[in-house]
């Protein structure tokens, strides 16, 4: 639920109006961070999950709808056992310790992807912090877990063919696991790569696309007003001209 004025928002140099209804982020970068400092990679990770805490305050008190993140990836099941192992631990750790002051602020949890493949205490901890925080009307915070924007399409595809012989493309839309957050504004992918890498195919048609060197764990509050004020300066015309007439 937006916590600050817009004063406030104006203060941090953005304008009331021109914060993303949904933003999605690709968290990249926490092995290489904790590679840098001669951490282990899970270490990386940990640092990860601090930054993102912050992140999802901001972004809830800034007034965005939608925020969806990249935790797991389908071909994140590729890595080592021991390290899933970790990110699992994670998980579980960040749901018991967050979930209470989610839930206060509002904020209503969904995991989007095929959480059947975790082991049943990831899937028991998740499902809980869903059903508690179900009804709140504040952020919608889309958790990424074993997912992959390819299979989700193909998941939207076969529930809509299911319920009409020719779906068009809000009948695929209404089908995604995203349906209530609607299309992406903003996409940032922090760790210095420069690709989607399967998030959100979909939703991101017409995303902005904000890309940074910075790595996750050393993604704060200051970096996204960064990417906000990027994202506050794009044109964006959605295929069309631009509205002042000018080319
Ligand atoms: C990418 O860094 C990050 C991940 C694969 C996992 C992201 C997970 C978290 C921030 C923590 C878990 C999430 C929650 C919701 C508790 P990388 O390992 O690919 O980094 P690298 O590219 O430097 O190797």
Not at 12 to 31: C, T, Y
Not at 63 to 72: K, N
Not at 150 to 178: G, H, Q
């Amino acid at each position: 639920m937006r916590k600050y004025s817009d004063r406030e928002i104006r203060a941090f140099g953005l304008d009331p109006a021109g914060i993303p209804k949904h933003i999605a982020i690709v968290m990249d970068g926490n092995g290489r961070w904790a590679t840098a400092k001669g951490l282990p990679r899970g270490a990386g990770h940990r640092a990860g999950v601090n930054a993102l805490r912050d992140i999802i305050r901001f972004t809830s008190d800034v007034g965005a709808e939608s925020l969806t993140i990249y935790a797991f990836s389908t071909e994140n099941r590729k890595r080592p056992k021991e390290e899933i192992g970790i990110l699992c631990g994670l998980l579980i750790e960040y749901f018991n310790r967050e979930i209470d002051e989610l839930h206060e602020n509002g904020v209503r949890i969904k995991s989007i992807g095929d959480l059947s493949w975790f082991p049943t205490a990831v899937q028991e901890t998740v499902r809980a912090a869903e059903e508690k925080t179900a009804q709140n009307p504040g952020l919608k915070l889309n958790i990424a877990l074993n997912y992959g924007g390819r299979a989700e399409l193909v998941r939207a595809m076969k529930l809509a063919f299911s319920k009409t012989d020719e779906p068009d493309e809000d009948a695929i839309s209404r089908n995604l696991y995203t349906a209530d957050s609607g299309d992406v504004d903003l996409l940032i992918r922090t760790g210095g790569d420069v690709r989607i890498s399967n998030f959100l195919l979909w939703q991101s048609a017409y995303a902005e696309l904000y890309f940074t060197d910075v790595k996750w764990p050393d993604f704060t509050r200051e970096e996204l007003i960064k990417a906000l004020k990027d994202f506050a300066s794009r044109d964006r015309r959605f295929g069309g001209l631009k509205t002042n007439g000018a080319k």
